[in-house]
């Protein structure tokens, strides 16, 4: 499915799998809730249906706030719901069991988790959420704060299906899709900006292998065929340099 980011899926090689669960990491400011929210709003306006999971740290109210500034945001969509989570804390509610209820009621096709860590540090609580919303054949953004080396170390890089990771470098903003199960994926590092319709990605470009053809194809010039033998002919597709000074003939050898 489509990640509705401008130039993220030719990056992903296609888009994101679903069921699958996917880490949007990288340091503070740098796009990770865009991301993840852009995708959920392009997905909401096709009609899929759409669950937001707001942390401790990110009440709704603050999202809507940040929000308001990209063109994306529709808060008419009637296919994307909210849920906080301190509304399960205030009740002294298990977390997961609260997501799991709105899982169930909503019947989404895509959930995003802001800030997981601010919710659990368990294994086995993420371990069996990503089962679970698996088995409903979810498309799972999880979004929190890593630099590389932190997120190398830590246990959720490997139980993740994808990795993308946003950070700032001399200036610049990119993006690089470390890890991604069942895609063809561009690992290279990616330059992206925030514009009123939220990021954009421009996919740097890749040089496909080419195979010179084996056809020969004549040159024509009589007698060239005793310097280069083979009947004074090149391999179809060569690039060939004729040179030499001023008024030797270049160009009429061209001709």
């Not at 707001?54 to 500034?69: D, G, K, Q, V, W």
């Not at 939220?198 to 024509?220: H, M, N, Y």
Request: proline fraction near 2%; aromatic fraction near 10%.
């Amino acid at each position: 499915m489509s990640s509705g980011v401008k130039g993220l899926d030719e990056v992903l090689g296609g888009g994101f799998f679903r069921p699958s669960a996917v880490l949007i990491a990288g340091g503070v400011g740098t796009g990770k809730t865009t991301l993840a929210l852009q995708t959920l709003f392009n997905a909401a306006r096709t009609g899929r249906k759409c669950l937001f999971v707001a942390s401790i740290s990110e009440p709704i109210t603050a999202i809507n706030r940040f929000l308001s500034s990209f063109s994306f945001f529709d808060p008419d969509l009637e296919t994307i719901h909210f849920a906080d989570v301190g509304e399960a804390f205030m009740a002294k509610e298990d977390v997961f069991s609260f997501i799991r209820k709105n899982i169930d009621l909503i019947k989404p096709e895509i959930v995003v988790i802001d800030s997981f860590l601010s919710i659990t540090e368990n294994k086995e609580d993420l371990l069996s959420l990503f089962s679970y919303t698996k088995r409903r054949n979810i498309l799972l953004l999880l979004t929190e704060v890593f630099t590389e080396e932190h997120l190398n170390e830590h246990y959720i890089a490997s139980l993740v299906d994808g990795v993308i990771f946003l950070y700032a470098e001399g200036g610049r903003r990119n993006l690089a899709v470390l890890k991604m199960r069942g895609s063809a994926i561009s690992t290279k590092k990616h330059a992206f900006k925030f514009t009123s319709g939220g990021i954009e990605v421009f996919p740097k470009l890749s040089i496909a292998e080419t195979k010179v053809s084996e056809r020969r194809v004549s040159i024509g010039v009589k007698g060239i065929e005793h310097v280069l033998g083979n009947g004074g002919s090149v391999l179809e597709g060569s690039i060939i340099l004729v040179t030499g000074e001023a008024g030797t003939g270049k160009t009429l050898f061209g001709f």
